[in-house]
Structures are given as structure tokens and as C-alpha cells.
């Protein structure tokens, strides 16, 4: 009996192209900056931890739908924050196992394969294009709804984005949710870095200056992992049009796909409270206001970046040889061929490190010139 190995039509994990890098990073006198990978460092606020601890006699098998509780805590945050649709109620609310596992499993969830198409922003997260291969859909990276070919049946949008920390403006967001309707395409917007912006403004695809109050098609996609220091917790939310969401819970009941029922009450205590998030961007903006100039100093030159946790640098050259010159003073970034098609001039460089390892970073790139 023949056997179909998924695996092997994926590509190379990306991380795993880079060990010489990091391991001649390591090698520094001072040790390895890491700045490679957008984990947090900070600690998990203490409202969040404390609602885990409490709540983890967790006998019972927790609902795939959440609590009654968090679903409100979602709502409540979507049209407080995001400026969502007054029309949304609980059954536009879906709690996932990290907003990773919704990227990766949404075209095989919505019934796509190989006849069907979806579109990725050129620019991307690996896991966009991946989450279609799984499903063995065809992928089409662009960069603008008027480069789409064809007639896809699933959008990614994704802003502020990784890795480029580019920030789609109201005419953009509306363009995009225009091409989904005229096309009947769900359009999933990845907000994930929403509450990370440092020039301009994040739009929700839900915030009703985009849609008109009309979420048909839309999914917006969160996670509680870089506003609240909880990437360990496997722990986000999608919501938007109730068909697509209730056809989603129907699919992860069967599934076993459900968040646990520490983590859902971890979840609601950290929508509850918007002081550590507000708290957690002022970390993050001292750290760009160090590694930014450094980077410029040094001759890098910084695109985008208006939001999310990363500085999208070029110094002029290929990527690879930027992760060389970058790890022979300790630090490690990400190229950028881990995320478009073919050969980058540009590098991500993350702001989840230390305050004393961002100033490492920067000491060591003024010394560099």
C-alpha cells in the first residue's frame, strides 16, 4: 500500500537553514544576541498568571467553544478596541489553540484542495503558505488586490505584518474585503501585532469603517501571545461572520481542537485588563527607539516597520550575507527568503529581547562602523 508523505512536500523548516549563523553568534566573547525569532522575554502579567493558578483543578474536558464568560471578554474587546460590528454576538466567537494552529489548519478546515486558491500577502509569515499546501490548494503571493489572478477562495491580509511591520491603511483594508466579495472569498485578516504600532494606525477588518457593518466572509484572527506575554499558553480568537465561525466549532468539537480550561480563564482575565498591554508597547517602543538608529548608524536602512515587534532592515545585499555580517557581532536575525519567494535584500530583526541584550546589540552595531 502506497502512503502520501505530507511532510515531504513542504519546504525546509526555516530556523533549521540558519544553525551556522547561530551557532557562530554564540560564539561571541559577549554571547548571542537573539533577535531572530518574535518570542516574548517579558514576564506573563500577574493578573494572567494568577487566573491560570486558580482555576487549575481542571478535572473536566474544557469546551471547544470557550466559556460563556470569555466569549463575552472577546466581544466585549473586539467592539471596545477594534471598533467591530455591534452585530456580532457569541456565535462570532471562536477561542483556538494559538492563532499558529488556525494559520496553518484554516484552508483544510474550510474544505479547500487541490482545485481551490488561496492568496498570501508576498511579503509573509511562512505559515500562510504553508496552511495551503497542507490542503494542497494553489498559492498566489501579491502584494495589492488588483494583482490577485483568478478567483481565489481564501485571502490571508495580515497587519501590522510580519515581517515587514507594514500597516494596511482604511482604503487598502477596504479594497481587500471589495476583491473577497466580489470574488466570494473568505478574507482572513492575521491582527495578531494590532496593539503593537508605533507610526499610524491599526485597522481591524472588523471595525465597521471597513466592512459597513457587514462581516459576510470576514474572519479576523488574534492572539493572546505578543500583547500578553502568553506565546506558552497556546492561546487565540477568530471572529467575525457566525456561519464560517459556527461551521469552524462544528469541525473542532469533532477535532478534540480546544483551548484549556485554565488557559480560556487566563484568556478573560488578560481581555479584562489593558494596562499591562499599554504597559508591554512602552517596553517595546524604548527597545526600538535603541536598535532603530543603531541599525541606521551602522548603514542599514529600515522599511516599513510602522507596527508589530520587528525592524525590516536592508544593508544592501543579500540576506544571507546581512545573517553573516549580523552574526560575526554576536547577533542573530532572520533572513528575508524565509519569507517571499526567491533571494531578499532585507532581514528581520526582532524587539523580543532583554532591554541589556537590545543595548548589547546596539553598542556592538555602533562599533561595527
Known sequence: MSRR????????????????AKAKAQSHPGGIVDLSVGTPVDPTPQVVTEALTAFSDAHGYPQVWGTPAL?????????????????????????????????????SQLGLGPDSRVVIPACAYPTYRVGAQLAGATVQAVDEPD?????????????????????????????????????????????????????????????????GGDVTGLLACLSMSKRSNMAGYRAGFVVGDADLTQELLTLRKHSGLMVPAPVAEAMQAALSDRSHVLEQAKRYQLRRDVLKPALEQAGFRVDHSEGSLYLWATHG????????????????????????????DHVRIGLTATDERINTAAERLSESH
Not at 508523505?5 to 551556522?20: C, E, G, K, M, N
Request: hydrophobic residues 40%.
Open 147 to 211: 494583482e490577485v489572478k483568478g478567483t481565489p477562495d481564501l485571502i490571508w491580509i495580515n497587519s501590522p505584518a510580519n515581517p515587514s511591520g507594514r500597516i494596511l491603511d482604511l482604503d487598502e483594508m477596504k479594497a481587500w474585503v471589495e476583491l473577497a466579495r466580489s470574488t466570494g472569498a473568505v478574507l482572513a485578516s492575521d491582527e495578531c501585532y494590532g496593539e503593537f504600532v508605533w507610526e499610524g494606525n491599526s485597522i481591524s477588518v472588523l471595525d465597521e469603517r471597513v466592512n
Open 71 to 107: 466569549r463575552a471578554g472577546i466581544l466585549d474587546h473586539m467592539k471596545q478596541v477594534w471598533g467591530a460590528s455591534a452585530h456580532l454576538d457569541e456565535n462570532s466567537v471562536l477561542p483556538v489553540v494559538g492563532t499558529k494552529e488556525l494559520v496553518a489548519s484554516l484552508p
Open 317 to 344: 545585499e543579500d540576506c544571507r550575507a546581512t545573517l553573516d555580517r549580523l552574526a560575526d557581532l554576536g547577533i542573530l536575525c532572520s533572513p528575508g527568503d524565509f519569507y517571499v519567494d526567491g533571494g531578499s
Open 5 to 20: 508523505i505530507v511532510s515531504a512536500s513542504l519546504p525546509a523548516f526555516p530556523w533549521d537553514t540558519i544553525a551556522d
